[in-house]
């Protein structure tokens, strides 16, 4: 079946700088890539997802790119803002999102 | 409606009741989820049900009996629980994935569940 790695598993980061959150998959037929924040005692919550004939998305601060031959995908966070403290997981799917396996986390810490 | 509920938010219950817990989603998605959540852990996939139906069962233990009466409304009957199974239960729906359609798997709140 599916795993999915995540790292690194605790990220500080100063307000104002970057954060880069990475995983990798090990099923190559997996065709799609969310990624959810979870703040503490909240739902998960989509922030951004890929599909596999995509390299590269970007919505606003956030963006996420995919290389399908490494199999590692990547969540690039700009500008970040205390805000953005929560813990994020990526998560693989092979069949367009009905199920799909989540990485271990990571979890963020933006200081201001 | 563009949320998913749950009820309880907290519930605690002894290794020998008897509870459910309920899930809804007005969104008209017809694929429903259960997830178990430990602490510091992701959200692991428990069973999904399509169109009211069972589709995907992660190998639960039969203590955990879920139930689909509608395409509205998910149940998740307890008994006989563990001190183990201590955790954050999550719902979640979603319309159904096809090959041309990917989606979006929206979230409950969830319910925390404690078993003494």
């Known amino acids: 079946g599916e795993n999915v790695e995540q790292h690194p598993s605790t990220l500080s980061v100063q307000e104002g700088d970057s954060a880069v959150i990475k995983c990798t998959y090990s099923d190559s037929a997996s065709n799609y890539f969310p990624w959810y924040k979870q703040e503490l005692g909240k739902r998960p919550q989509l922030i951004i997802d890929i599909r596999s004939n995509v390299g590269e998305k970007k919505d606003q601060r956030i963006a996420v790119t995919l290389n399908k031959t490494a199999k590692h995908f990547s969540l690039h966070i700009t500008e970040t803002q205390p805000e953005d403290s929560a813990v994020y997981f990526c998560a693989a799917s092979w069949n367009y999102g009905q199920n799909f396996v989540f990485g271990p986390g990571t979890r963020l810490s933006v200081l201001p | 409606d563009t949320e998913v509920t749950q009820t309880p938010k907290h519930l605690v219950m002894g290794m020998t009741n008897k509870k459910s817990l309920k899930c809804e989603q007005h969104?008209?998605?017809?694929?429903m989820y259960w997830y178990k959540q430990k602490a510091k852990k992701p959200p692991e996939l428990m069973f999904v049900?399509?169109?009211?139906?069972?589709?995907i069962n992660e190998s639960v233990p039969s203590r955990f009996s879920p139930e689909c009466p509608n395409s509205s409304l998910l149940n998740l009957h307890l008994h006989a629980l563990q001190p183990e199974d201590s955790a954050l239960y999550l719902c979640a729906s979603s319309h159904l994935p096809s090959g041309s359609s990917y989606n979006e798997q929206f979230f409950g709140p969830g319910t925390r569940l404690t078993v003494l």
């Open positions: 969104m008209g998605h017809r694929a």
């Open positions: 049900y399509s169109y009211e139906k069972l589709s």
